[in-house]
């Protein structure tokens, strides 16, 4: 009888083939339980506390993922099993820019090789923790973030310049015709 494992596996593969993402959001199979899998913050896959080591496995099964809330599942037609996420799913790990000002557009890849135009539907922000080290995220589809690598953000810095809102002067990145403000210029010069 094959595993959950399996069944997840056999599901992305169909998948892939395709060469376009299975419709997850569609899907709201029965939950089977946690299976023993974590995605770290440097984006690095576990399975039962062993790296992934094959890129298109991991690929294949970033294919899958799905959030529901603060949690996060493999899910196909049929089943649904969680695992654990420490930070965000994916690291952007490169950074493709186009254009200047407002009419720029920076296109983020992913270590899984998906790809994100920064904008409305893919929203660009910054969390600071208490002692103010910023961690950058991209919206990459369906709920799920790229935390975004430490080269590709003092690029995405390089890009930056700014602007007035809301009445605050802030530091922050034009995209797709949207503002992404990254910290209020009077802290820049502090």
């Known amino acids: 009888m094959p595993t959950a494992t399996d069944t997840l596996l056999k599901a992305a593969q169909d998948a892939s083939k395709s060469g376009k993402l299975p419709p997850v959001h569609l899907w709201d199979p029965p939950f089977c339980g946690d299976i023993d899998m ?8 576990f399975y039962e506390g062993t790296p992934i080591g094959r890129k298109p496995l991991v690929r294949l099964f970033s294919t899958i993922l799905k959030r529901e809330g603060d949690r996060y599942f493999l899910v196909t037609p049929v089943e ?10 994916f690291v952007a790990v490169d950074l493709t820019p186009r254009g200047t000002g407002p009419d720029q557009s920076v296109t983020f890849t992913t270590n ?10 893919n929203v660009l922000r910054v969390d600071r923790d208490a002692g103010g080290e910023p961690s950058p995220y991209i919206h990459i589809r369906a709920g799920l973030d790229a935390l975004i690598d430490r080269k590709s953000f003092y690029r995405l810095v390089d890009l930056g310049e700014a602007h007035d809102v809301d009445g605050t002067e ?7 015709g949207t503002f992404f403000p990254i910290i209020p210029v009077a802290e820049l010069e502090a």
């Open 112 to 121: 899984v090789g998906d790809t994100a135009v920064a904008g409305p539907d």
């Open 170 to 176: 802030m530091f922050g990145i034009w995209s797709s």
């Open 80 to 89: 649904k099993v969680g695992i654990r996420v420490v930070d965000a799913p």
């Open 38 to 45: 974590e995605i770290r913050r440097d984006g690095t896959w």
